[in-house]
Nanobody, 124 residues
Framework: QVQLVESGGGLVQTGESLRLACVASGPSFNRYAMGWFRQAPGKERMFVAAISWNKNTYYAESVKGRFTITRDNAKNTEYLQMNSLRPEDTAVYYC??????????????????WGKGTLVTVSS
């Protein structure tokens, strides 16, 4: 059974950093795309970043230059380094895995696997 478990969320102040991690258990995800989404209170779940199996990366405009997505295929783990955090980054962050990178970027409703989320709160 596939399971995605996020960690690393917490409460920080504006300008500080956090590093999220997502460990995938089950089959190897070396050929899958991995990504991060976030959902702020009262808003839809939004794409944040994605990384292909061969480590090409894609970012939402709102996080470009501040967030970095990486993956360690040997550990079935992806990371999201978040720097220069802002109050508008406050959200529940979800890890996602799918066989198709296009789904990760454009069709989140078709993404196959989701974590349960980790809360990031940025105070002003």
């Amino acid at each position: 059974q596939v399971q995605l478990v996020e960690s690393g969320g917490g409460l920080v102040q504006t300008g500080e950093s956090l590093r999220l991690a997502c460990v995938a258990s089950g089959p190897s995800f070396n050929r899958y795309a991995m990504g991060w989404f976030r959902q702020a209170p009262g808003k839809e779940r939004m794409f944040v970043a994605a990384i292909s199996w061969n480590k090409n990366t894609y970012y939402a405009e709102s996080v470009k230059g501040r967030f970095t997505i990486t993956r360690d295929n040997a550990k079935n783990t992806e990371y999201l380094q978040m720097n220069s955090l802002r109050p508008e980054d406050t959200a529940v962050y979800y890890c996602a895995v799918d066989g198709t990178l296009a789904n990760m970027i454009s069709l989140p409703s078709d993404v196959e696997y989701w974590g349960k989320g980790t809360l990031v709160t940025v105070s002003s």
